[in-house]
């Protein structure tokens, strides 16, 4: 049971450059989410998933796209990166939105956008 | 959701008691205290939640006072690897719209051998 994966766990990217962030989780969740976390700002929700089949955008979307693929896959999608998206990205899976307060984090992601 | 106060930083002795405290003074009658924990360089962790009633799990006790307008997080026998940021967290517990998660400066509990 490894719980929430990520990868990569690092990547630098230039500007104008696409990539996509891979999450599973093997707990078998019904809701996933992705944040961003940068100093001082504490963590910010991306997208959100709330069961498969469905997304619905946090507070800071733009820039980003998600796919939720099945049960276990979210991956979250950077479509042209910019400097501003530089920064840690956790995804986090829920049993189902009704418990999102108790998610489960992956290890993160560090990204650095040149 | 009610704001919560918690010191930037404590100390705490390896193998001792590590209380953590935050205030809580505006919390609304349905309102659960959350706390999780980021150890550095990773994901944040869920640690316990409560209502009212005093809980406890393998991993901490949290202790609410009975106005509510406070608690404390107890980690019994503090070890190295519970260096971290510790923090609380004041919202409902059931939603059916996602309201972001609000994770404060908290509290650098750093355990000292």
């Known amino acids: 049971n490894a719980g929430v994966t990520q990868t990569p766990k690092f990547q630098v990217l230039k500007t104008g450059q696409s990539m996509t962030l891979q999450c599973a989780q093997d707990?078998?969740?019904?809701?996933m989410y992705w944040y961003r976390q940068d100093p001082g700002m504490g963590l910010r929700l991306i997208y959100y998933?709330?069961?498969?089949?469905?997304?619905d955008k946090g507070e800071v979307p733009n820039g980003y796209n998600v796919s939720r693929l099945n049960k276990r896959e979210f991956s979250l999608r950077l479509e042209s990166a910019a400097p501003s998206q530089t920064s840690v990205y956790f995804c986090?899976?829920?049993?189902?939105?009704?418990?999102?307060?108790?998610?489960?984090f992956g290890p993160g992601t560090r990204l650095t956008v040149l | 959701d009610a704001k919560t106060t918690q010191p930037p930083s404590m100390d705490c002795a390896e193998g001792r008691a590590a209380n953590l405290p935050c205030n809580h003074s505006?919390?609304?009658?349905?309102?659960?205290v959350y706390w999780y924990r980021q150890i550095h360089s990773q994901g944040p962790q869920y640690i316990i939640h409560?209502?009212?009633n005093n809980e406890t799990n393998e991993m901490a006790s949290l202790i609410i006072t009975e106005d509510r307008k406070s608690s404390t997080l107890i980690l019994p026998h503090a070890t190295l690897r519970d260096t971290a940021v510790y923090y609380c967290?004041?919202?409902?517990?059931?939603?059916?719209?996602?309201?972001?998660?609000?994770f404060g400066p908290g509290t650098s509990l750093s355990v000292i051998p």
């Open positions: 986090a899976s829920s049993a189902d939105f009704s418990s999102y307060n108790e998610q489960f």
């Open positions: 707990m078998n969740h019904n809701s």
């Open positions: 998933s709330a069961s498969e089949g469905t997304t």
């Open positions: 505006t919390i609304s009658g349905n309102e659960y």
């Open positions: 409560g209502l009212k």
């Open positions: 967290i004041v919202r409902l517990t059931f939603k059916t719209s996602y309201d972001k998660v609000i």
